[in-house]
């Protein structure tokens, strides 16, 4: 239903966005903000959810996952296609503080992020400040997020001290430590101590007793030892637990399961909190003291109706606080949130079984119930997975859906995958003086000795807009670096999405503090530019780089035949990204390939010329093959290319071979056409990698096969893990594909 809802959305024509709501947090209340926004867009309004982890773990599927029962995806609920089907933009971002006075969100390493609108939903972090020495010895339970990779990591490192008989000691006897006790037990086997440690008297302390002695009796058959009254004091080195009894209790593993504090960043927000320090909201969700801030989930005193903190009520919230966030933005009455004074707990025993806890039901145990716990689950979860978008349905990018282009944008490629193909650029430019000639990566400056000038730009590839314009900055440099130049200043022209004024002025603030961020790096001044608005957010540098002193520039066509061609990156940016957009791949997959074009190749320079480098350029829109072909055409040398050389990035041979890629790919794969050997098979993923489009690639280089070797060593060294030999220049025209040889 989603995926039909979504269409519709998607088609809908909306006027311009004139306010900016920002979700803070992907907890369990916004999730349902997400679906809603996904099922029907909210007039008016421009929405951008900021995360820490794009991937949001549910809960409840917590346990058994550690228990070895559901995988990590049954688990996760991927923000990404969620957000994307609704429009809403999608920051990945770790906030340190909220401005309410100011209506901005904070951040250690980016510009603020201005609202009119915030609603919270960011959880909690663990209460370890209160017991001196826990911090860096315990491993918190909460955010899961870090808790799932840290634990595996801990076993692992602690797999001896387990074996030879150390214990596991799991602090606090709520929900989460008796469950988390019993799924390390039905993951890890009998053979490993665990202890529970229990602070009073009784495990499961805000339950029914009844509900407390079952809990009891499955720690029992499971031979998971409870000590009551261990409160502990401190943690010293070992980890050895202080209790306040004196005792001290070493052990291999201590996980800390105990009561949740705030978040630190919220006593200087300027926003009323309650007496434990959590964001304090009346019946509507909205802040005491700042009616355009809501809060939901652990992160916010319900002061008309105080709950415990779990996820229940986090996910009850969802639905009011969706109303109420539409309701406040058009003007409109809010309605009440009336949480459930009795929910119902299905605790996960680890062994098949659930255990239920409700204040007028008996303490039931049994497989049914353990069933009935999954189905529930795994219903709440289907509710927020997307089906991909389908071929040729329109963009589901809120930057291809503002202004004028709403309901005619065609899923297009953005990032350096929007580029002309490498004949329609020849055929465009043709009639021109000069006409379609191979050109540099920069042209010299006509009567300015040593300075050169490039222009690069993209639709932007990501939603936010300084992340944005950092990969702009970065894509518009690598011409210059493809030359051997050192920057030296950049004109930009920027194109924000049509919005009102205060909100393009926000989108223009966002985008130019990114790309500044990126030049300023490099040493190259950000001298000027024009501003215009447009359907979708865009960035083009020029960029003017000087020639390094007693360096020439490095031109393309001083390849000689021999020669090797490294390549300093791995490829898949393009692929990634069109799978990305159209909701075919994971968000892990965007992550990686974004990680992938932050890569600096500034680095690669000095130890490619240390290595006798003869041609350069860098990979970019017509893809390796492409890029490769300038080279050997420039130097007048036919190409052998290894399409088994160059490094994949994770995840994308698979949907190179379902078919997948960016819409520049079949126009870049044109020379394959002509060429010889027996890979020249496009159906192969990875001749199809070839000639994926990249948008901040690396650089490619034709360097001696004497230095190869050495060269290729140095740039491993200096970081460039995924560098390889991809193939060679050779004396005989035209395009062959096989195995590089770098000693041929
Ligand atoms: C082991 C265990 C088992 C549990 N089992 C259950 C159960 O069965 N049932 C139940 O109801 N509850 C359970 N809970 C409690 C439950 O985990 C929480 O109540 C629930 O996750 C709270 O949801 P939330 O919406 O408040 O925030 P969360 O689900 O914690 O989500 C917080 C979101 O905010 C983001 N975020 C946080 N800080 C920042 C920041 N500074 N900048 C940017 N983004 C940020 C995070 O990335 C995340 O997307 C369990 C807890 C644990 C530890």
Redesign the pocket.
């Known amino acids: 239903m989603l995926g039909q809802v979504r269409e519709n959305a998607v088609h809908s024509l909306q006027p311009p966005p004139e306010l900016d709501l920002l979700l803070?947090?992907?907890?369990?209340?916004?999730v349902a903000v997400l679906r809603a926004l996904a099922m029907a867009p909210w007039p008016g309004v421009r929405v951008t959810l900021?995360?820490?982890?794009?991937l949001?773990?549910?809960?409840?599927?917590?346990?058994a996952h550690?228990a070895g029962t559901l995988s990590w995806e049954a688990m996760h609920i991927d923000?990404g296609p969620l957000a994307r089907a609704g429009g809403v933009r999608l920051i990945e971002?770790?906030?340190?503080g909220i401005d309410a006075a100011q209506r901005q969100l904070h951040f250690a390493d980016r510009p603020p992020l201005s609202y009119d609108v915030l609603s919270v939903?960011?959880?909690?972090?663990p209460a370890l400040d209160e017991v001196p020495g826990a911090r860096g010895q315990v491993l918190p339970?909460?955010?899961?997020?870090t808790?799932l990779p840290r634990l595996t990591e801990a076993l692992e490192a602690q797999h001896e001290a387990l074996a030879a008989g150390q214990p596991i000691r799991v602090v606090g006897a709520g929900?989460?430590?008796v469950?988390?006790a019993l799924?390390l037990r039905a993951r890890l086997g009998p053979a490993v101590s665990l202890e529970l440690l229990v602070a009073g008297e009784r495990i499961l302390p805000a339950l029914p007793a009844r509900v407390g002695r079952k809990a009891r009796a499955a720690l029992a058959a499971a031979g998971v030892a409870v000590r009551f009254e261990a409160r502990v004091t401190a943690v010293e080195d070992g980890p050895t637990l202080r209790l306040a009894s004196g005792e001290a209790l070493p052990a291999a593993l201590v996980l800390w399961?105990t009561h949740?504090a705030p978040?630190a960043?919220l006593a200087s927000s300027g926003l009323a909190l309650d007496k434990a320090g959590f964001l304090a909201v009346g019946e509507t969700l909205q802040s005491l003291s700042h009616s355009e801030v809501f809060a939901?989930?652990?992160?916010?005193a319900l002061t008309h109706a105080p709950r415990p903190?779990?996820?229940?009520?986090?996910?009850r919230a969802g639905p009011v606080l969706t109303d109420n966030l539409k309701a406040f933005i058009a003007g409109h009455p809010l309605r009440p949130f009336k949480p459930q004074r009795r929910?119902l707990?299905?605790?996960?025993l680890g062994d098949g079984r659930s255990l239920a806890a409700h204040p007028w039901l008996p303490a039931w145990v049994g497989r049914p119930l353990w069933r009935l716990k999954l189905a529930i689950d795994e219903r709440f979860m289907a509710r927020f997975r997307l089906p991909p978008m389908a071929e040729g349905s329109a963009a589901p990018s809120l930057l291809a859906r503002t202004g004028a282009e709403r309901g005619v944008a065609l899923m297009r490629c953005e990032g350096c995958g929007s580029k002309l193909g490498p004949d329609t650029l020849r055929a465009g430019l043709a009639g021109l003086p000069g006409g379609a000639r191979p050109v540099e990566d920069a042209t010299p400056v006509a009567g300015a000795r040593g300075l050169w000038q490039s222009i690069d730009g993209f639709p932007l590839p990501v939603d936010d807009l300084y992340l944005g314009g950092r990969l702009a900055a970065q894509h518009a440099l690598s011409d210059l670096y493809a030359l051997g130049l050192e920057p030296r200043q950049a004109w930009a022209l920027a194109t924000v999405p049509v919005a009102s004024d205060r909100l393009m002025a926000r989108d223009l603030g966002q985008l130019m503090a990114g790309a500044e961020a990126t030049l300023s790096a490099a040493g190259c001044e950000l001298a000027g530019g024009h501003s215009l608005e447009g359907p979708r957010a865009e960035l083009a540098l020029t960029v003017l780089g000087a020639e390094a002193p007693g360096s020439a520039p490095l031109l393309k066509g001083g390849g000689q035949a021999g020669d090797v061609l490294i390549l300093t990156k791995a490829l898949g940016v393009g692929v990634a990204l069109a799978a990305s957009a159209k909701g075919t791949a994971p968000s892990s997959l965007r992550q990686g390939a974004l990680a992938l074009m932050l890569e600096p190749s500034a680095p690669a320079l000095p130890v490619l010329r240390a290595h006798g480098v003869r041609a350069l350029t860098d990979v970019t829109g017509f893809g390796l093959l492409g890029h490769a072909l300038e080279i050997a055409e420039a130097s007048g040398l036919g190409l052998t290319l290894d399409p088994a050389a160059p490094v994949a990035l994770d995840g994308v041979l698979p949907l190179l071979a379902a078919g997948e890629g960016a819409q520049l790919s079949e126009a870049n794969a044109a020379p394959l056409a002509v060429a010889e050997g027996k890979g020249a098979n496009l159906a192969e993923p990875r001749v199809r990698l070839l000639c994926d489009p990249q948008t901040c690639g690396g650089l490619l280089a034709a360097v001696p096969a004497a230095t190869a070797e050495a060269c290729l060593q140095a740039l491993q060294d200096a970081g460039f893990a995924s560098a390889r030999a991809v193939g060679r220049l050779r004396v005989e025209a035209g395009l062959f594909l096989s195995e590089a040889h770098p000693h041929d």
Do not use: C, Q
Request: net charge negative.
């Open positions: 803070f947090g992907g907890g369990h209340a916004h900021v995360t820490r982890e794009v949001a773990p549910y809960s409840g599927m917590l346990p550690v923000l971002a770790e906030v340190t939903d960011s959880g909690i972090t339970t909460k955010p899961i997020a808790f929900a989460a430590g469950e988390l799924a399961a949740a978040p960043w939901a989930g652990d992160v916010a903190k779990s996820g229940v009520y986090a996910v929910a707990y299905l605790l996960n």
